[in-house]
């Protein structure tokens, strides 16, 4: 179901949003979806520049996660 949802999210899929809104676990899958993404901009960080640069862009992408999300649903 996770992986449905991050695929009809890409193709922005209009019914998607209405179903999230809905579903009391999309929380969750929401949170999940964002560790994700950073450990994945960790791991391409670290590439770059190595342990130091894996850790900053999982913080970074968590962070920045965070702070979008709460300036949208003010």
Known sequence: MLWERMVRAAKLDPGLYDEVERDVSATTQ?????VIV????G???GIRAGIIGLIGAVISAVVGSFAGSRSISK
């Open 38 to 41: 950073a450990v994945l901009s």
């Open 30 to 34: 929401a949170l999940l979806v964002v």
């Open 43 to 45: 791991i391409g960080g």
